[in-house]
């Protein structure tokens, strides 16, 4: 029912910034982003309902920010004062709970790196 692809990562110094995207081909109730850096478990970073609700990781709040674009299809990441603590793949995913767990997510898109060097 629902595709998702990412689009936006990079490779940016210390204190810069990128814009993740997330394409949706579907209908989705919770749009959300995860990321696993090498050797580390896969973490929530930010979430999005539909009815505006978002939840945001202690390590990224006031940084990122997570929003819809206006036809509801595409969901941004804007990530601010990237440090290299943020370097890992970055996941969207879509379910139909706002949750910090990735398990709440049923659809899951393929990932796009961010490299944030010191």
């Known amino acids: ?21 997330c394409a949706a081909s579907g209908y989705t ?14 973490e929530g970073v930010a979430g999005l309902a539909r009815d505006g ?3 945001y990781s202690d ?4 940084r990122f920010t997570i929003s819809r674009g206006d036809a509801e299809d595409t969901m941004y990441l804007q ?7 943020d370097t890992a793949m970055y996941y969207c995913a ?3 709970t706002l949750c910090r767990r990735e398990d709440a997510y049923k659809f ?9 060097s010191s």
């Open 108 to 116: 899951w898109g393929q990932g796009t790196q961010v490299t944030v």
């Open 29 to 42: 109730y919770t749009m959300a982003w995860f990321r696993q850096a090498p050797g580390k478990e896969r």
């Open 59 to 62: 390590s990224v709040r006031g």
């Open 94 to 96: 879509a379910g139909p």
């Open 1 to 21: 029912q629902v595709q998702l692809q990412e689009s936006g990562g990079g490779s940016v110094q210390s204190g810069g910034s990128l814009r993740l995207s």
């Open 79 to 85: 990530m601010n004062s990237l440090k290299p603590e």
């Open 53 to 55: 609700r978002v939840i």
